[in-house]
């Protein structure tokens, strides 16, 4: 079963260094997006992307963060000076097309620390 | 007001027992409704969309009420590997399907 892949599964950095967060969506979704989860709280919305360009954005996604799709297969989540609070789960996800609802397919996410 | 709201629980149930949840949603232009679970410290994973007519899928049942901005999932004969959180998502309205998620209804079944 196509499955969306993370890496790493657990990352730990200092305050204020930039961290790269890496996913392989499904590969023939469209629709990217990425969500995060501070422990103990629910799933928030950051960004999606569609198109080679970023179609939604959260207030959460702000000029610290940034998204890319470098290639035909990656797509990945920088988080620039980061801060103790963005310590959560940050889980990619994809979906095939819009019509057929966000029928999103979450990575097993990627554990962030920031001490 | 919270855009998704549901009993964070827990429910404890002897295996077997019958479970209902629900959720109540503010945004009523909402189009897509969804029911994901969530194991301690795992991905959120798709359980079943919700339609307006309501859908069953082997033992879960989903229910959405348009007009009281309300959705329902139905647990029949719980199995101890039921056990998890129950996430209500709804869709944010306009473009790209982003997902609003509910805060989850813990479900502990025991044998």
């Known amino acids: 079963e196509p499955e969306v892949t993370q890496t790493p599964s657990h990352q730990v950095t200092q305050m204020g260094q930039e961290v790269i967060l890496r996913c392989v969506p499904i590969?023939?979704?469209?629709?990217f997006y990425w969500y995060r989860q501070i422990l103990g709280q629910k799933v928030e919305f950051l960004v999606s992307?569609?198109?080679?360009?970023?179609?939604?954005k959260s207030e959460i996604f702000d000029d610290q963060f940034s998204v890319e799709r470098p290639d035909g297969s990656n797509f990945t989540l920088k988080i620039r000076s980061t801060k103790l609070e963005d310590s959560a789960m940050y889980f990619c996800a994809s979906s095939e097309a819009r019509d057929r609802g966000p029928e999103a397919f979450f990575g097993q996410g990627t554990r962030l620390t920031v001490v | 007001r919270k855009e998704v709201e549901q009993d964070p629980g827990p429910f404890n149930v002897p295996e077997g027992a019958t479970v209902a949840f629900n959720c109540t949603y503010s945004?009523?232009?909402?189009?897509?409704f969804f029911w994901y679970r969530q194991d301690c410290r795992k991905e959120p994973k798709l359980l079943m969309s919700?339609?307006?007519s309501g859908n069953e899928d082997g033992r879960f049942t989903a229910q959405l009420n348009r007009a009281s901005q309300y959705i329902s999932l139905l647990i029949r004969d719980s199995k101890l590997s039921d056990s998890a959180t129950y996430l209500c998502?709804?869709?944010?309205?306009?473009?790209?399907?982003?997902?609003?998620f509910g805060k989850g209804t813990m479900l502990l079944v025991s044998p």
């Open positions: 919700v339609y307006s």
């Open positions: 998502v709804v869709n944010s309205v306009g473009g790209y399907s982003t997902l609003t």
């Open positions: 992307f569609y198109n080679n360009e970023i179609s939604e």
């Open positions: 590969s023939n979704h469209l629709y």
């Open positions: 945004n009523s232009a909402s189009q897509s």
